[in-house]
């Protein structure tokens, strides 16, 4: 019974985990915004920091990976990681300019394919008694990887799909 219990809570964490909402939004207006600059070199990320007024609800220090050039009275397609909390903005989907700002899969694809070495030699570096431990956690975090990418995947495509219904 114990069992069933820990298969049915770890399923629902997991369709949690999974579950992203989508929403429709035209700005009436759109203030404080801000570009940040994170990290250096090629793994330069731009982070774009804004606030906003649409149809009497207000959203205060939002922040989305990419660029954005926010305008007034244009169609937007935000994914929210919870139902109505604006803070918990993933990634938005300019309509006009058919243009998706985000994380991307890339994160999620080198940390798959960068532990595929560690799992290969984790023999060599900690022996055979400490190697199934060290290639259980390479395994999570390479499915973590793989999970992380397909579902950035999906969620752009619902993006794309809701913006043509736009």
Not at 132 to 137: D, E, I
Request: charged share 20%; with cysteine; glycine share 8%.
């Amino acid at each position: 019974m114990q069992q069933l219990l820990r298969v049915v809570r770890l399923r629902s964490i997991l369709l949690e985990c999974l579950r992203v909402h989508y929403e429709r939004v035209r700005f009436d207006r759109v203030f404080d915004i801000c570009r940040s600059n994170a990290g250096w070199g090629a793994s330069r990320r731009v982070t774009t920091l804004f606030s906003f007024e649409a149809a009497g609800q207000r959203a205060l220090g939002l922040s989305v990976d990419g660029e954005v050039q926010l305008r007034i009275g244009e169609d937007y397609v935000a994914a929210l990681a919870r139902e109505g909390d604006w803070q918990s903005l993933v990634a938005l989907y300019d309509v006009a300019n058919r243009r998706y700002h985000g994380p991307d899969a890339v994160h999620g694809a080198f940390l798959f394919a960068g532990l595929i070495p560690f799992y290969l030699a984790a023999p060599l570096h900690f022996g055979s008694a400490g190697t199934r431990n060290w290639r259980t956690v390479i395994i999570c975090a390479a499915v973590y990887g793989v999970w992380s990418s397909v579902r950035l995947l999906f969620m752009r495509r619902k993006l794309a799909r809701m913006a043509r219904q736009a």
